[in-house]
C-alpha cells in the first residue's frame, strides 16, 4: 500500500509540474508576441488556462482529505504513530539500511570479508536508530501538511476545485462556511499555482521518504518540461 500511494503522489506531483513548465514557457515575449493582436490568441488563452486548471487539479488532488484518497493528508494519517503505514514504512527503511553492506562493492588490498562485517555492524546501528530518526521526519512532514491545510492558499484551491473543476456551484459549502464567519475566499490567481506547486514539491519529498525512503529529482522534471514546453512553443512559433 505504500508504494502504491507513493506512486500515485509522485504521478500527481510530475504532471503539476509538467502543466506548470508548460505554461511558463508560453509565458515568453517570443511566443505571446506570435498571437498579438491575432484571433489565434483566444486559442493560446484558452490552451494557457487549460494547463493551469490540470495543473492545480493535480495539485488538489495531492491535497484531497476524502477518505482513501492518494493524498498528503491521507499519508499523514497513514503514517501516524496509530497508523496503518507507519509499521511497513519503517520496515522497508531498516531493511534498507541493512542490505546495504551485502551491495557495496569493496575492492583494493583489504580483506573483503573485515571489511563487509565492519560495514555490518554500521548498518545495524543505523537500522537500530531508524525509529528516532523516523518520528523526528514524521513531525516536521505533520507541520508542513497541517500548515498547507489550514492557509487560505487551500480555501481558494478547494473553492476551485468545489465551484469550477468538480462542480458548477452557485454557491460552495466552503463559501457559505466563510460568509457564515464573515471571511471571504478570494479568487485563484496565477500566483497560486506558483505557490501551491512551491509548497507541495518539498512535502511529497518529504512523503516519499517517509513511505518508501525514495525520492523524486523535482528540478530534473521541472527542466525536462520545460525543454518540452520549449520546443512545444517554439514548433508553433515555426509554423506561423
Not at 545495524?124 to 531508524?130: E, G, H, I, Q, T
Amino acid at each position: 500500500m505504500s508504494e502504491r500511494l507513493a506512486e500515485a503522489l509522485d504521478d500527481h506531483l510530475r504532471l503539476a509540474i509538467a502543466c506548470h513548465q508548460t505554461f511558463l514557457t508560453s509565458e515568453t515575449e517570443k511566443v505571446l508576441g506570435l498571437f498579438n493582436n491575432t484571433y489565434g490568441a483566444h486559442c493560446l488563452n484558452l490552451v494557457q488556462n487549460q494547463l493551469v486548471f490540470a495543473g492545480l487539479l493535480a495539485l488538489n488532488r495531492l491535497w484531497d482529505t476524502a477518505p482513501g484518497a492518494n493524498s498528503l493528508p491521507i499519508t499523514l494519517r497513514g503514517l501516524a504513530p496509530d497508523g496503518p503505514l507507519r509499521e511497513s514504512a519503517i520496515a522497508i527503511r531498516k531493511d534498507f539500511e541493512l542490505s546495504r553492506p551485502d551491495k557495496a562493492k569493496i575492492s583494493g588490498p583489504v580483506d573483503e570479508e573485515i571489511v563487509r562485517q565492519m560495514l555490518r555492524e554500521d548498518a545495524k546501528k543505523r537500522a537500530d536508530s531508524v525509529d528516532a530518526q523516523f518520528s523526528e521526519e514524521f513531525d516536521n512532514f505533520r507541520n508542513l501538511v497541517q500548515a498547507v491545510l489550514g492557509s487560505d492558499l487551500n480555501k481558494r484551491l478547494r473553492l476551485l476545485r468545489d465551484k469550477v473543476m468538480a462542480h458548477s456551484l452557485e454557491e460552495a459549502r466552503l463559501e457559505v462556511k466563510a460568509r457564515q464567519a464573515g471571511e471571504v475566499i478570494g479568487p485563484v490567481t496565477y500566483s497560486d499555482f506558483d505557490e501551491a506547486l512551491a509548497r507541495s514539491i518539498p512535502i511529497v519529498k518529504s512523503a516519499l521518504l517517509l513511505l518508501t525512503y525514495s525520492n523524486i529529482d523535482s528540478d530534473e522534471v521541472s527542466d525536462i518540461w520545460k525543454e518540452y514546453g520549449t520546443d512545444f512553443w517554439g514548433l508553433i512559433g515555426g509554423r506561423t
